[in-house]
């Protein structure tokens, strides 16, 4: 973090990730996430004026990427015994197909952009912080399906990209301030918009109605754990 004259500020973050869940590329194993962002103090100013009651303006921006590790896959074949006391199959072993072997898979990834003002006025009675944040992915895990020779009707792949715009808006005002009394309203208003832009689970034969109407379709143009309902004639 550096700091000049408390009216600047800049923070940059890096790291690397590494997974053994991945595949046997090692280019796919490591993925550095990193974040810039940046603060202006704005009433710190010289030139800021001092009369219009505003004790503090500041303007916020960040930007960052980062990388998901998927969980329950692995890059090995994993057989599971199955049927060994059963007496239908003695004297035989039978094995059944615990994890399809995903030599390929790699990290999902997210880039993600934050504007925000901060503001405080009249003598810290009103205050409140304006945030939008905008976020795509890529690389998100999907299925498809695959011969039931492999021992699996579907496998894991990165092939879904996905858009988020959020918007914030938080005020805060204390309405009366007495010696032993305060009283303070807050008021928060929210709105998010999701929206998947490549990948779908849509899968003939492998979905229902009921996966439309449960909220576990993945559609283009829709947002994810969107619901779907029947369209009626009146």
Known sequence: VYTYS?????????????????????????????????????????????????????LRLSYGFRGTSPSGVTPYMVLKDYGHHEPSYYPETVSSLYSFPNAGLKWEQTATLNAGINFVLFGNRLSGSLDYEWSKSKDLLLSRPVSLVNGTRTQLYNGGKKEDDLFEMEIRGEVLKQKDFRWVITANLTRHKEKILTGTNVIPGEVSIADYLNGSILMEGFPVDGFFSYKFGG
Do not use: C, M
């Not at 800049?10 to 810039?36: A, C, H, I, M």
């Open 6 to 58: 408390d009216r600047y500020v800049f923070n940059f973050n890096l790291r690397s990730d590494g997974s053994n869940t991945f595949g046997q590329y090692e280019r796919y194993k490591f993925r550095p996430s990193w974040s810039v962002s940046g603060r202006w103090n704005a009433h710190k100013e010289p030139f800021f004026p001092t009369n219009y009651k505003i004790d503090e303006l500041s």
